[in-house]
């Protein structure tokens, strides 16, 4: 599963997919810490590399600028992670955490699949340092990001072949005042909901970490998965 490119998103229910307050540039919720580790954990999990092997997996994140500017000092950048940031200004912004700026998420693939090569069986690593390999890529956000992402004809490197979807089923935070950052439609056509079973295999999760309807204060949410019909 190198390489994938998977959508990791908390919304609202279907059909309303509301994501964000656009004036605040923050979710509509509050912090939910089950749902944080969740990401937490799901988007920075590689496959074990063998003792002295010469590189370590590690995957990447793909964010547009303001979720990053959304972020809080003490989390940029987001740890054991390579953080990409999606902006137009790219070519003129200084890497001040580490971070990697593009100018569109098709570069943000290339530039991560030749910074963060797998090196062949039996290949060295580089001088004394362990060499870091790209193993899957999670487009993160937010809207502009997603529609891009969705959009992403299938010749593109930065097809997504999943979402894995978290559902904010209650309280009604789509009707709170301000709310008004969505995610794209998700077209039936294209995309086809996945059992427990597939979002298990997909995260590397326990089945009773991310099974049924969980509840943390007054918020009821779910995990889930949607995945490409074709
Ligand atoms: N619920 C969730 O899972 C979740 C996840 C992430 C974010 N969010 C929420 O989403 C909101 C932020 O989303 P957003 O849509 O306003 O911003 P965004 O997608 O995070 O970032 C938008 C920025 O991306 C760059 N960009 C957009 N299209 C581009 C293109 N075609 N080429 C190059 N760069 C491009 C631009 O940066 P420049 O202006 O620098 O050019 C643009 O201002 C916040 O409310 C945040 O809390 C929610």
């Known amino acids: 599963?190198?390489?994938?490119?998977?959508?990791?998103?908390?919304?609202?229910?279907?059909?309303?997919l509301a994501i964000g307050k656009s004036l605040t540039n923050d979710m509509p919720w509050p912090r939910i810490q089950?749902?944080?580790?969740?990401?937490?954990?799901?988007?920075?999990?590689v496959p074990p590399t063998p003792p002295n092997s010469p590189f370590k997996y590690i995957?990447?994140?793909?964010?547009?600028?303001?979720?990053?500017?959304?972020?809080?000092?003490q989390y940029k950048p987001l740890s054991g992670r390579i953080n990409v940031v999606v902006s137009r200004a790219a070519s003129s912004t200084t890497s001040t955490f580490g971070e990697l700026w593009v100018s569109d998420i098709e570069e943000g693939v290339r530039v991560l699949k030749q910074k963060f090569p797998v090196p062949s069986e039996g290949s060295e690593g580089v001088g004394e340092e362990q060499a870091l390999a790209l193993h899957r890529i999670f487009i993160i956000g937010g809207s502009q990001i997603y529609k891009l992402a969705m959009e992403a004809p299938k010749t593109s490197e930065a097809y997504p072949t999943c979402i894995l979807h978290t559902t904010m089923l209650s309280p009604d935070y789509a009707s709170d005042e301000g709310v008004d950052v969505f995610f794209p439609p998700i077209d039936d056509d294209q995309w086809k909901k996945g059992g427990l079973d597939r979002l298990v295999e997909v995260t590397g999760e326990k089945p009773e970490k991310v099974g049924g309807v969980k509840e943390e204060g007054d918020v009821a949410f779910e995990f889930g998965i949607?995945?490409?019909?074709?």
Request: hydrophobic residues 40%.
């Open 34 to 45: 089950p749902e944080i580790a969740y990401f937490y954990r799901v988007t920075r999990r």
């Open 59 to 73: 995957n990447a994140v793909i964010m547009g600028r303001k979720t990053w500017d959304s972020l809080p000092t």
């Open 1 to 16: 599963m190198s390489h994938t490119v998977a959508v990791v998103v908390a919304s609202t229910p279907r059909p309303t």
């Open 226 to 230: 949607w995945e490409r019909n074709h």
